[in-house]
T-cell receptor, first 116, second 113 residues
C-alpha cells in the first residue's frame, strides 16, 4: 500500500491567493482527518470525515477554510483567501474503525504551506 | 474539551540510557492513548498505544504505562539509540471510535552517541 498520499509537498503562495491541498487516503479506510501543525500550536485537528461525510469541523479556524471529500479516495482542503498566519504543515491522516489492534491514524507526508 | 500536557519539552540522554516522557490529561472519559514519533521533516508515526482497560503495554524497547486514577501516562524507552532521536507526541481520545485525538505539545528527544 502506498500509504496516505498528499500533494503538493511544498506550496509557496502570495497572501490573498487560493490554496488547495489534496489527499488520497489509504484504500478501504473509512475515516479521513486534516491536521495542521505549527510550532506555536502543535498538532490541531481541523476536520474529519467518515464515509465521505464531514463529522466534526469545529477545528476549522475560519470561513476561509473549507474541506471536501467527493469520494472515498480523495479529499481537498482549501484556503481562500490565504494569509501569512496560515503558514504551517498540513497533514492528512486516515484509518479504519478501531478493532482489537491499533486504533491510530496513518499520516501522510504533509504539505508545507508558506504564505508570503 | 480535553487538555493534554506533556513534559519535558526537551530531553537529552546518553546512548544506552533510558528516557521517560510524561503526559497528563484532563478528561476522565478519555480511553485511548497513542504515542507518535516524528523525525525531522517527516510525518508522525504511531509507535505504541494503550487503551484504558490495561495499565501497561510493551513493544521491545518501548513501553507505555497508564494511571487512570491520576490521569497520566508515560512513554518509556530503554537502551536508547541515536535513531531514537525525534519529537515524540502523546495524545488522548475518548468514545467508541477514538476519532478526535488531542495531542500534547511534543518532547524533543536527543540521544547522544
Amino acid at each position: 500500500d502506498a500509504g496516505v498520499i498528499q500533494s503538493p509537498r511544498h506550496e509557496v503562495t502570495e497572501m490573498g491567493q487560493e490554496v488547495t491541498l489534496r489527499c488520497k487516503p489509504i484504500s478501504g479506510h473509512d475515516y479521513l482527518f486534516w491536521y495542521r501543525q505549527t510550532m506555536m500550536r502543535g498538532l490541531e485537528l481541523l476536520i474529519y470525515f467518515n464515509n465521505n461525510v464531514p463529522i466534526d469541523d469545529s477545528g476549522m479556524p475560519e470561513d476561509r477554510f473549507s474541506a471536501k471529500m467527493p469520494n472515498a479516495s480523495f479529499s481537498t482542503l482549501k484556503i481562500q483567501p490565504s494569509e501569512p498566519r496560515d503558514s504551517a504543515v498540513y497533514f492528512c491522516a486516515s484509518r479504519n474503525l478501531p478493532g482489537q489492534g491499533s486504533s491510530g491514524y496513518t499520516f501522510g507526508s504533509g504539505t508545507r504551506l508558506t504564505v508570503v | 474539551g480535553e487538555n493534554v500536557e506533556q513534559h519535558p519539552s526537551t530531553l537529552s540522554v546518553q546512548e544506552g540510557d533510558s528516557a521517560v516522557i510524561k503526559c497528563t490529561y484532563s478528561d476522565s472519559a478519555s480511553n485511548y492513548f497513542p504515542w507518535y514519533k516524528q523525525e525531522l521533516g517527516k510525518r508522525p508515526q504511531l509507535i505504541i498505544d494503550i487503551r484504558s482497560n490495561v495499565g501497561e503495554k510493551k513493544d521491545q524497547r518501548i513501553a507505555v504505562t497508564l494511571n487512570k486514577t491520576a490521569k497520566h501516562f508515560s512513554l518509556h524507552i530503554t537502551e536508547t539509540q541515536p535513531e531514537d532521536s525525534a519529537v515524540y507526541f502523546c495524545a488522548a481520545s475518548r468514545g467508541n471510535n477514538f476519532n478526535k485525538f488531542y495531542f500534547g505539545s511534543g518532547t524533543k528527544l536527543n540521544v547522544k552517541p
